[in-house]
C-alpha cells in the first residue's frame, strides 16, 4: 500500500494539468474528497493548475462549486477519479482522455480501473483517504482551512455523524487534526444535516407507512409523484433513509426511489452484512450502507426477498 501512496505522490508532483472527478448523484463525500483535493493541491502546488469537474448539487454548493473546462485541458494531464467503484459511475466521460488515470476509494474494490488504483475499504470515506495520504507526506503538502472544511464535510456524512460502525480511531484523529483548522464544524454539521419543512413532513409520513416483512426488512418507496406531492428533491429524499433505523425491530431498511429511467435502492442494515444483495442488483458498497439499481417496480419484491433471505 505504501507502494501506491508514494506512486500517486510521484504522479501528482510530475503533472502540471490535474483534473479530479467522481460519480455521478454525488453525496457529500464524493464532493468533499473531490473539493478537498482540489483546494489542497492549489495551496500547496500554486504553480499548478487544478479542476473539479462534474454536474453540481445546489445544496452541497457548500462544499465547493464545479470548474467548466475544454477537451484541450485534458491533453498531457493527469485524472484522478475520487469516491467511484464501477465506472459507469463515473461523472463526466471524459475522464479517460488524460495521461494519466488514478483511483482513489473506499469501497469494495469490484470493478478494477486506471493506471494505478489505491482501494482501501477500512477507510470510513474518500475523504479520510485523502487527508490519511496527506499527513503521511506533510514534506509535500500544506493543508489549510478550505480543504480541510470540505474533507471534514465528506467524513462527517459518510461515518452518519460518527454514529456508523465505520468510524474508527484512525477516523476520530484525522478529524481531530481536520478541526484544528478553525472549520467551525457546527456550521458544516448544521449544513448537512438541517432540513426543510417538507422534508420533515416525508420523514413522518415514513414513520406512518413503510412496510415490514416479518424477517425484519422494512422499506419504502418513493415514487416521483410523491415527491412532487411533498416538493421534495431526490437528494433531500434518499438522505432521509436512516429515519427507519429508529425502529428497534428494523433489522434491515431500503429505499426504493424513483428516477427518470430507473429506481435506486438505498440499503442500511443494523448488523447483517447487506452489499452481496446489492451486487446481485446492479450495485454494491459496505457491509451495512450499500445501494442499488432497478429498472421496474416488479423487481422491488425480488431485493425485498433477496433482504429476507439474508436474516438470519
Not at 20 to 37: C, K, T
Not at 47 to 74: R, T
Not at 107 to 116: M, S, W
Not at 149 to 156: H, V
Request: proline residues 4%.
Amino acid at each position: 500500500m505504501g507502494n501506491k501512496k508514494a506512486e500517486i505522490i510521484k504522479a501528482i508532483k510530475k503533472y502540471h494539468t490535474i483534473i479530479i472527478h467522481r460519480h455521478v448523484n454525488p453525496d457529500p463525500d464524493a464532493l468533499g474528497s473531490q473539493i478537498g483535493l482540489k483546494k489542497l493541491l492549489k495551496h500547496s502546488y500554486p504553480s499548478k493548475e487544478v479542476y473539479a469537474v462534474g454536474e453540481e448539487v445546489d445544496k452541497l454548493l457548500f462544499i465547493g462549486d464545479m470548474d467548466v473546462i475544454s477537451e484541450n485541458k485534458y491533453k498531457g494531464a493527469l485524472v484522478i477519479v475520487c469516491d467511484t467503484a464501477n465506472i459507469s459511475r463515473i461523472s463526466d466521460s471524459r475522464f479517460d482522455h488524460g495521461d494519466m488515470l488514478i483511483k482513489i476509494d473506499h469501497h469494495p474494490d469490484y470493478e478494477q480501473f486506471g493506471d494505478l488504483s489505491w482501494v482501501d475499504p477500512s477507510y470510513s470515506s474518500a475523504s479520510e483517504m485523502l487527508v490519511d495520504l496527506f499527513l503521511e507526506f506533510p514534506e509535500r503538502f500544506i493543508m489549510n482551512k478550505e480543504a480541510a472544511k470540505s474533507f471534514y464535510a465528506g467524513i462527517l456524512s459518510d461515518t452518519g455523524n460518527f454514529m456508523n460502525g465505520n468510524t474508527t480511531p484512525r477516523t476520530l484523529k484525522i478529524v481531530s487534526h481536520l478541526r484544528t483548522y478553525n472549520i467551525q464544524p457546527e456550521r458544516i454539521h448544521n449544513n448537512l444535516n438541517v432540513k426543510a419543512k417538507n422534508a420533515s413532513r416525508l420523514q413522518k409520513d415514513i414513520l406512518m407507512s413503510f412496510k415490514v416483512t416479518d424477517k425484519g426488512v422494512a422499506y419504502f418507496i418513493i415514487t416521483e409523484d410523491l415527491l412532487k406531492m411533498y416538493g421534495v428533491d431526490r437528494l433531500e429524499a434518499s438522505n432521509l433513509v436512516n429515519t427507519l433505523s429508529s425502529v428497534r425491530s428494523n433489522k434491515i431498511w431500503a429505499f426504493f426511489i424513483e428516477y427518470p429511467s430507473e429506481i435506486r435502492v438505498r440499503i442500511r442494515s443494523r448488523n447483517i452484512p447487506i452489499d452481496s444483495v446489492a451486487r446481485q442488483f446492479n450495485g454494491g458498497g459496505h457491509s451495512l450502507a450499500s445501494g442499488a439499481t432497478i429498472h421496474s417496480w416488479e423487481e422491488v419484491d425480488q431485493v425485498i426477498q433477496a433482504l429476507d433471505q439474508a436474516c438470519p
